[in-house]
Structure formats: structure tokens, C-alpha cells
């Protein structure tokens, strides 16, 4: 068994540095490695997840600027931006950003409302990625509260093949039409640089910094200089402006059986909100300017990581131990818009902080056999929150929220090898916590070897959804209003069960197939809406009241030969909703859409030219929402299907290298079919506003070109 | 490790090069030649009722807790509830002494006669809203001749100015309740008699008040058991800055901040215009003159003509003051003048501090 365990490590050693090499042209095979979900990394074809994988070769294929636009690639992922905040959340599986655990490493990341969930991806820079691993389904055993929809794990570098790395690049990019080299308001700047040095054969160490520069989209608006006397709300941007500079730094050991690395990571991000309306100030005599209310967001980031993988005795033990930290401040200043000039700064207020200490511990191989693991493990955070009461709706009431919460929990989990083609792995965890009653999360997957060449793989799995500050502490009270949000809400519950085939072959003349084919349920009880408790007066609170069922179908086919790669994919997804309003509630019946994906490579074999092309279909959706009418608010309403346009991604890359592939340029096009809002009926309004029918998903087509320079 | 630090030495300094400035260039805004007036609404509780006389350009404030009845001096005898305080009354069914009311006798009463509870029927415990007196419904039904022909009446007091801290850019248009009384109201040969008491108490006070017919009407406060000095006289003031309590069609009453009434009642008129958004309202507003004044839009019947219609308080950017729409307004005495608001709040982002331009025609 020790050598079995030796083998793992040493061969995952061995796949990791593999994997860097990837990282050259030279497309050899590879076998890829995954973390998520496992006891220890291997081999992705030895997971018991179905774990997809986007390796760092493609993300720089896509010449994406963060997490959030390599995603957006996937199926059943998108991407939303929110103007407000300038943040962006993945929506998995039609559920949005609160049901969705982000890792980096594996360790869930802070975020403006505690860790892991509602994590914006634009803050997650991608030149230090080794790979991005997505599981779908709930994963509350492994991951704990608010992996319903499923995880996703971002995987950095640690360590480089050679004895001394260095990569520089430059990314100059248009944000729609805009873009200028120098002056301020146009288009978007990245540069970065990467370093690894591997001291001897123990020690390594690795450090990057990056910085993003988005100069904002006006789209429909017309910039920070604009101003009308009729106030028309013209100013301003649709994507507001953000800066973001990121820096990691990595020091690696490993020597037989123990590896740990610690890992340091620093964001800074200021995001400028220029207000689309303007105000008259009269300054005597006559005359008269006019002045915005504009708001800096800055955001502040720390990440420790500390892991730790060794032995105590014959028991593998993996630890992690994370202090993380992330502060919003926003700082109010007046502008004077015809004039050009600040005329008054606010002080700087914490707009959101978060301050969390994590630890996780997993042991295994109790019982050194080869038919039998145990692991058994333990997830702690204490996470303390801030939310400023302006992050509420109508400032709520005044009220900031400061809390507190801590969360132990215990799992464990056998994974049992039948006989060589079945095994098998039942899990549970039980999650305690100071403010929630506690939770009991369960998983079971199935692998089936059928042959040589394909496998099954049934997956069950529960996981639970915290509720977040809204729900919890919104307080909107005053002589018309009462909207409250419930400090006794109970977690949601997610349920779901998944079937994955794969079938792998290999061609007499090189030709390599894979083809994939899946069915999942996804079941989410308990679902927290805001609900009209009374009418008269009318009362409003948050409640536990609402469930969604979705059923997801997929297929995928990858095709290599040689400098060829071809990945296709669909999939259809229907969605069962049923909500209520309080006075009414809607139909459950499914609604399905498509969506489908294909990314093609290709590299020249003389000149080395890479041609890459990704393309995504997002079907029409349909989905109910509550239609009230304005007119009269006494009226219930009535729930219609409401609905979610359909829209095509597709991004060009050409890449160039020279000089031995130490200078590569890249030349590209982005959202060539120019897609920037679509329709969206089914958006919630609030109190006073109805919902808007577009939502904004992308800033329209842009170009761009890459220096990368490789020492 | 050495070459790791110069070269993340290099790398920050390459990075920080994007410090671009647009080149700044200024725009001259052309200037106004109105009066400029802040009216003294006194910030985010608004505790203060502005009457203003656009001729003379003087202000008059009183606190809106001042006063409670407002009893009409015409020729009719007109009861007025004072809605910036939010009050309300409905009548006591079958009560026929005052002292005989208690507070369990109305206990159901009291669940009706409530403002801004989203109950549509609620509209019959204020006035109307239009303020079109002496012609409009009143929630206290005319003054009869004969003393015992007129009901007893619950009186919900309304709230108290809100006397907390109130969050930026935010309002509070009211505080703590200020309870209840029972109230009936009769006709003296030069005025009104108000019997008026708390609900458990088994006696009552009076008050007396002679018809001031230089005024719309005299007014009553019965905390303070007196007759009081609230609008000024009927020709010497135009419109008035104040909380109002409104209606919204299928949810009953409704509480607006930041209104804005005319005197109606005392003979003012006005209509607004709202200029296309191709074009400019302040210029519309700057090119107005007596020859484009339109007499048969002039609206004298609704004291709401301004209302809130001039701010967008819950917009999805927040607070606005429209910029298309200005105001022609007929005073009292015959003269005319055009208005404009141009703040909502004052440069801190507080609210209750309006701004707004006239200039007499």
C-alpha cells in the first residue's frame, strides 16, 4: 500500500510537472489531473466526479482577461455582470451566484458576503492558472454550504519545469469600438509578469503580478464629461471603469511523502461610479454648474494558504490552514462636470468587509487496503462580516450589519473497490453552526468500468445554501414600506443526482475520440423569496417558501489528431420553478432551452501559427416571473413566462510564436457577433421600480493584441 | 531568488505606467438671471410647512406639528385634517355623547381609520387630496346647523416629527404615533365650537374660534388647546413645501415627502410643462415669456399641480430632480411667474433642502 500511495504522489509529481509542459506548443498526451472532490489528486479518468477541466493552454488560447470571460465558455455557466457593484457571478445551471462555491486551491475564497459564495470572478486574474476544474451537481459533503449547483476550483501554478522562468506580457484590448494607447476612457490595458525559480530539487518558489485595466464602456451613456441641463441621465458608463492590480507568491516544498506549500495572494481594485444624473448648483450671481454624486470603490484582498500533504504513520494526511480578508470601501466625491474638477471628497467608509479563518483537515488510508479508504475530515471557518446599510436597499433604514459566524463541521466518506470494474463511495457530513441549526449533507457515487474504453458514473449529492445578508437583515420600514428580512430563515436545501458516460478510443491512424454523454436533477427545497405577509398593512419578508427542479441532458465529443483538437458540445436544460408572491404562485411545469458550445484548434506545423476559435449558443429561455401591476398594487398580479434571449459567443485567437518560442504575438477578436444586451423579461424590480427587459451580458466586440514574452 | 526580486522590481514599475489623464477641458454653462431660493424645509425629517409668496418673495415656516384642524372661514363650514402630519378620522358610529366614547368602543374603528396601510377603502378617512375646498369630500362631514346632527369622530393624531438621525440622501417623514382623540365639531354665529378629548377620558375641553375671512382658515391645535397662526394670509402666499399625504390609485393613501402645493383655495392657479427629450427644459424654461402663456391649461381646481412630480426620489441612480419640466404659476393677485427646481438636496447629499429659479412674467 505504501508504495501504492508512493506511486500516487510521485506520479501526480509527475502530471503536475506534465502539465507545465502542456504549456509549450508541443501538444503531446497528457494525462490530466484533478483535485476536486478527490482523496488525493490523480488522474482525472480515476476520479469519481465527472470533473471538467480547462487547462491553462486554453485560457490562453481564449486570451481571456479573468475567470469570469473563460467560463463564460462553458455550458450552463454564464457570467453575470451587475452594474452597481461591478462584480460578476457565475449563474450554474440557471441558479445564480449564491449557489455556486468558488476555490482557489481548493479552499473556498472571501468574497464581499463572507467566503466562497457570491465570489466576483473578474477579481480572479488568470496568468497564474494552471487549470480551472468545474464540477456540476451539489457537493455539500466535500465543499459544505452553498455548493448546490457546484464548484468551481481554480488551480494555481506552483511550481514551473525549469530551473528559471520568467514570462512577460502585454495585452492591449478595444472595449466595443473605444480604444486609445494613452488617453483615459478607452479600452483595456493588461500587462504581467510571471516568475518561478526552483532553488534545488525540494524547494521552489513562484511570484506574478498583474494588472488589468479597464477603461469602462459607455455604451449607451456618454462618459464622465457628459452633462445635460435636462438632466437626462445620459452620463456615466455601463461598465464602470475598474483597475486591478494582482499579485501571488508561492513557496513550494516537497521531498518524498510531504509536500506544503504556502501561498500569498494581494488584490487592489478601484472601480469608479460616475452618476448618470447630474445636479444644478447655483454659485451666485447668476451662474450656475452642475455636479455628480460619484463614487470610488476601492477593494482590498489578502489570501494565506497554507497546505499541507505528508503521512502521519500510514495515514495520508491533507491539511489546509487560510487567514483571508477582503474590504470594500467606497468613498462619495462631488464633481463638477462642466468644470472638470472635484470639488469636495467624502471620507472613505467600509462599504463590505469580510475577515475569515479557515482550516480543513482530510485523512485517509486508516486501513491501508486496497479495497477499502476511509476519509475522514473536518472543515472549520469563523467569518466576520460587515455590510454597510447603504448596500441595502433604501439605505435600510440606516442599519449596517455586523455579525459573526462560525461553522465546524465533520465528513466522512468510504470509497469501497468492489471488484476492478465497481466501486463505490457513501459519504456524509454534519455541519455545525452559531447561527443555523444544524445540517446533514450525504453523497453516494457509483463507477462503473464497462470496458476498457468507457466509464459510468452515478453521482447523489445534497448541499445547502446559507442565506445572505438581504434575506437575513434587509429593513426597509417607514410610514409607507415594511420590507424585513428574516433572521430565522433556514438554509435552502439542493438534492441532486447525475448520470455521466464516457467512452474513450484511439483511431489506427491517430485519430483520438472521446465522446461524453450526461442526465442530472437538480432539486432545491426551501427556497428563500421575499413573500407578502399581509396585505394591509402591507408587509413583506423573506421566507422559505419556493422550490426549482431542473433537468439537464448533455453530450460532448472531443476530436485530436496531431495539431488538431476539436470540442463540441449541447445540452438542454429544463427548469420547474415554483414561486410564490404571498397572494399567488406560479406553475411548476419545465421549460427547456439549449445551449451549445465548439472550440477548434489548430496549429500550422511549419510556421507553428495557432488558430483558435471558440463559439457558445445560448438557447431562448423561458421562465416565470411575477407580472404586477403598477397601476394597482392591490393586485396580486400574475405569473407569466417571461423571457431570456437567445445569443452567440465566438472569439478568434491567432498566436504567432518567434525566436524559439520565446516571443509570441497574438491577434484576436472577441464577441465577433457583437453581442451586448439581450432581452431578459423575468429580472426582479424592487419596491419602487419595475424590472428593466435588457440585461447587460457583454461590452460588444473587441480586438485585441498579445506580446508574451517567454525567457 | 535576487533575480525574482528585480524582476518583480522592473515588472511593478512597467505596470504602473497606465496613469494616463484625458486632457481636461472645460465647458462654460451659461447663467441664469431668476431668484434663487432655498426654502427651509429643515433636512431629512422636514419638519417645517414653507409658505411662500413668489410677488413679495417671502418665506413663512411653521413646524407641520403645529397645528391639527384646519377650519375653513368661507361661507360653508369645511373641517381640513392636516395631512403633512398624516391624520385621519372616521366617524363613531351611533355616538351620540362625547363622553361616553372609550377606547373600547372604537377599538375596531381604530383598525380602519389608518393612512398608508395599503388598504384602498382608506381613502375615506383623509380628505381630498386635491384640496379643491370648500367643494371637496372631507373626512369630517360638513358642520351642520343644528349641533346634535353632527357625529362624533375618531381622530388619528397622525405622527410626530421623526427625531432620529436619518441616513443621507434618505427621508423621514414621521415619528412615534401621536395617539388619538374624539372630536365633534358644531356651529357658533361666528364660527366653530370643537368638543374634543383622549379616548378613556370621560370629560372633555372646548374650543372656540371666529371666522378670520382675511385667511382660508383658522387653525386649531388641540395639544395645545388653542387657536394658532398657521398659512399666511389667503393672497400672501403661493405655494407651500411640505409632507403630504396623497393617494396612489388601488393602494389607498400614500405618503409623499418633498411636495409642493399652490394655494388654491386663495385663488392661486398653474400647469406644468414637460419639455420632449430632444430638447432642453432649462432652455424651454429660459425662453418662456408672458406670450406663451396658455390660460386655458391653468389647472385651479388641484393643489397637486406641482406635487412630487417635480423629483424622482427612488430612481434607479437615485435621488433626481427632472430636468424637463418647469412650472407657469398664477398667484392669488393675478400675476404670473415661471419655476423651476433645481436641487432636491443640498451639496452633502442631505434631503429636505429644495432649491428652485422663478422670475415674474
Given amino acids: 500500500m505504501k508504495k501504492k500511495v508512493l506511486s500516487i504522489v510521485s506520479l501526480s509529481a509527475i502530471f503536475w510537472i506534465n502539465a507545465q509542459e502542456k504549456d509549450s506548443l508541443n501538444q503531446k498526451k497528457i494525462e490530466e489531473v484533478v483535485i476536486t472532490g478527490q482523496y488525493m489528486q490523480q488522474s482525472i479518468d480515476k476520479s469519481i466526479y465527472k470533473v471538467e477541466v480547462i487547462d491553462a493552454q486554453q485560457i490562453k488560447n481564449m486570451a481571456v482577461t479573468n475567470v469570469a470571460e473563460v467560463l463564460n465558455q462553458n455550458l450552463n455557466i454564464l457570467i453575470e455582470p451587475s452594474r452597481g457593484s461591478g462584480n460578476s457571478n457565475a449563474s450554474i445551471m440557471g441558479l445564480s451566484g449564491e449557489y455556486t462555491k468558488i476555490l482557489i486551491d481548493n479552499i473556498p475564497v472571501v468574497s464581499d458576503e463572507g467566503m466562497g459564495n457570491l465570489v466576483d470572478l473578474t477579481k480572479i486574474n488568470v496568468n497564474n492558472i494552471e487549470r480551472i476544474e468545474v464540477v456540476k451537481g451539489s457537493m455539500g459533503v466535500e465543499y459544505g454550504n452553498n455548493a448546490v449547483a457546484g464548484v468551481i476550483n481554480i488551480i494555481t501554478k506552483k511550481n514551473y519545469g525549469k530551473k528559471f522562468t520568467a514570462i512577460a506580457s502585454l495585452q492591449e484590448e478595444t472595449v466595443g469600438k473605444d480604444y486609445d494607447w494613452f488617453k483615459k476612457g478607452n479600452g483595456r490595458h493588461l500587462q504581467s509578469l510571471n516568475l518561478g525559480y526552483r532553488i534545488n530539487d525540494n524547494w521552489s518558489v513562484t511570484a506574478d503580478i498583474n494588472h488589468n485595466d479597464f477603461q469602462g464602456y459607455k455604451g449607451i451613456l456618454n462618459g464622465y464629461k457628459y452633462f445635460s441641463e435636462n438632466n437626462d441621465g445620459k452620463r456615466g458608463y455601463e461598465w464602470q471603469p475598474k483597475d486591478m492590480l494582482t499579485t501571488n507568491g508561492t513557496i513550494r516544498y516537497g521531498k518524498g511523502h510531504t509536500s506544503f506549500f504556502y501561498k500569498l495572494n494581494f488584490l487592489t481594485e478601484k472601480i469608479n461610479y460616475y452618476n448618470p444624473l447630474v445636479v444644478e448648483e447655483y454659485l451666485g450671481a447668476g451662474n450656475r454648474t452642475y455636479t455628480s454624486e460619484d463614487i470610488d470603490y476601492n477593494t482590498q484582498r489578502w489570501i494565506h494558504q497554507f497546505n499541507i500533504q505528508t503521512k502521519l504513520g500510514r495515514i495520508n494526511y491533507n491539511g489546509d490552514f487560510s487567514y483571508q480578508t477582503q474590504e470594500r470601501k467606497s468613498q462619495d466625491y462631488l464633481y463638477d462636470v462642466p468644470n472638470r474638477k472635484e470639488i469636495s471628497r467624502e471620507q472613505e467608509i467600509t462599504f463590505y468587509k469580510s475577515d475569515v479563518l479557515y482550516s480543513r483537515g482530510m485523512f485517509s488510508n486508516f486501513l491501508n487496503s486496497e479495497k477499502i479508504n476511509f476519509q475522514l475530515g473536518y472543515e472549520l471557518d469563523r467569518t466576520k462580516g460587515f455590510a454597510d446599510a447603504t448596500t441595502f436597499e433604501s439605505n435600510n433604514n440606516g442599519r449596517s450589519i455586523e455579525r459573526s459566524i462560525f461553522n465546524y463541521a465533520n465528513f466522512l466518506s468510504a470509497e469501497w473497490n468492489v471488484v476492478d470494474w465497481f466501486s463505490f463511495r457513501p459519504g456524509v457530513r454534519l455541519a455545525l453552526s452559531d447561527r443555523f441549526d444544524s445540517q446533514y449533507n450525504y453523497s453516494t457515487t457509483f463507477r462503473f468500468k464497462t470496458s476498457e474504453k468507457s466509464d459510468i458514473r452515478a453521482v447523489f449529492g445534497t448541499a445547502n445554501r446559507f442565506p445572505t445578508y438581504d434575506e437575513l437583515y434587509t429593513f426597509v420600514v417607514d410610514n409607507n414600506h415594511d420590507i424585513r428580512g428574516n433572521e430565522s430563515l433556514k438554509p435552502e436545501i439542493g438534492y441532486s443526482g447525475s448520470i455521466f458516460w464516457d467512452y474513450a478510443t484511439t483511431l489506427s491512424n491517430d485519430w483520438k475520440f472521446n465522446f461524453s454523454a450526461s442526465g442530472m436533477y437538480l432539486d432545491v427545497k426551501n427556497r428563500i423569496e421575499d413573500v407578502v405577509i399581509n396585505n394591509s398593512p402591507l408587509q413583506i419578508t423573506f421566507l422559505n417558501v419556493d422550490n426549482y427542479k431542473s433537468l439537464l441532458f448533455g453530450g460532448g465529443i472531443n476530436v485530436r489528431k496531431g495539431d488538431l483538437s476539436l470540442n463540441a458540445g449541447v445540452s438542454v436544460m429544463g427548469i420547474s420553478q415554483s414561486l410564490n408572491s404571498g397572494n399567488i404562485s406560479s406553475p411548476d411545469d419545465y421549460n427547456f432551452y439549449t445551449e451549445a458550445n465548439l472550440a477548434a484548434n489548430y496549429t500550422l506545423p511549419y510556421t507553428k501559427t495557432l488558430f483558435a476559435l471558440y463559439y457558445k449558443y445560448t438557447g431562448e429561455q423561458r421562465k416565470y416571473t411575477l407580472k404586477t401591476n403598477a397601476q394597482d398594487p392591490q393586485d396580486p398580479g400574475q405569473y407569466i413566462l417571461g423571457e431570456i434571449g437567445d445569443f452567440n459567443m465566438l472569439n478568434f485567437t491567432l498566436s504567432q510564436p518567434f525566436f524559439k518560442n520565446h516571443f509570441e504575438v497574438s491577434l484576436g477578436i472577441k464577441n465577433i457577433f457583437d453581442v451586448t444586451s439581450i432581452r431578459n423579461t423575468v429580472q426582479a424590480g424592487n419596491s419602487h421600480n419595475g424590472p428593466q427587459d435588457q440585461q447587460n451580458l457583454f461590452y460588444g466586440r473587441s480586438y485585441f493584441a498579445r506580446l508574451n514574452y517567454t525567457f | ?361
Fill in chain 2, 1 to 361: 531568488m535576487k533575480k525574482i526580486l528585480f524582476c518583480l522590481l522592473i515588472g511593478t514599475s512597467f505596470i504602473s505606467q497606465s496613469c494616463i489623464n484625458d486632457n481636461e477641458d472645460p465647458i462654460a454653462v451659461p447663467p441664469s438671471d431668476g431668484s434663487r431660493v432655498d426654502p427651509d424645509v429643515g433636512g431629512a425629517t422636514q419638519p417645517n410647512q414653507v409658505w411662500f409668496d413668489l410677488g413679495t418673495d417671502t418665506e413663512i415656516l411653521t413646524k407641520r406639528t403645529d397645528w391639527d384642524l384646519a377650519l375653513y372661514s368661507g361661507n360653508e363650514f369645511k373641517v381640513v385634517l392636516n395631512s403633512s402630519i398624516i391624520m385621519a378620522a372616521g366617524k363613531i358610529p351611533n355616538a351620540t355623547n362625547i363622553d361616553l366614547v372609550t377606547e373600547a368602543s372604537v377599538a375596531t374603528l381604530k383598525t380602519q381609520v389608518q393612512v398608508a396601510d395599503f388598504n384602498p377603502s382608506n381613502v375615506a378617512y383623509i380628505d381630498d387630496v386635491k384640496g379643491n375646498f370648500p367643494s371637496g369630500y372631507t373626512a369630517i362631514e360638513d358642520i351642520k346647523a343644528n349641533e346634535s346632527d353632527n357625529a362624533i369622530y375618531l381622530v388619528n393624531m397622525g405622527k410626530e416629527i421623526y427625531s432620529g438621525t436619518v441616513p443621507t440622501g434618505s427621508v423621514a417623514t414621521g415619528g412615534d404615533s401621536r395617539g388619538w382623540m374624539k372630536v365633534q365639531i358644531s356651529r357658533t354665529a361666528t364660527g366653530y365650537k370643537v368638543k374634543y378629548a383622549e379616548l378613556n377620558s370621560a370629560t372633555h375641553k372646548e374650543l372656540s374660534v371666529n371666522k378670520n375671512t382675511a385667511y382660508n382658515y383658522n387653525f386649531v391645535s388641540l395639544k395645545n388647546n388653542k387657536e394658532v397662526f398657521i398659512q399666511p394670509e389667503k393672497k400672501k402666499w403661493d405655494i407651500c413645501f411640505t409632507v403630504f399625504t396623497n393617494t396612489i390609485t388601488g393602494a389607498g393613501s400614500y405618503i409623499y415627502a418633498d411636495f409642493v402645493t399652490i394655494n388654491n383655495v386663495g385663488g392661486a392657479a398653474a400647469y406644468e410643462i414637460i419639455v420632449p427629450s430632444t430638447s432642453s427644459g432649462v432652455e424651454a424654461y429660459t425662453n418662456f415669456k408672458t406670450s406663451d402663456i396658455d390660460q386655458s391649461k391653468f389647472i385651479h381646481d388641484d393643489q397637486r399641480v406641482i406635487g412630487a412630480n417635480w423629483r424622482n426620489p427612488v430612481g434607479t441612480n437615485g435621488l433626481e430632480v427632472y430636468g424637463d419640466r418647469f412650472y407657469v404659476i398664477k398667484d392669488p393677485e393675478g400675476f404670473y411667474f415661471k419655476l423651476r427646481f433645481t436641487r432636491l438636496t443640498n451639496t452633502a447629499g442631505e434631503r429636505g433642502k429644495p432649491q428652485f429659479e422663478y422670475k415674474p412674467l
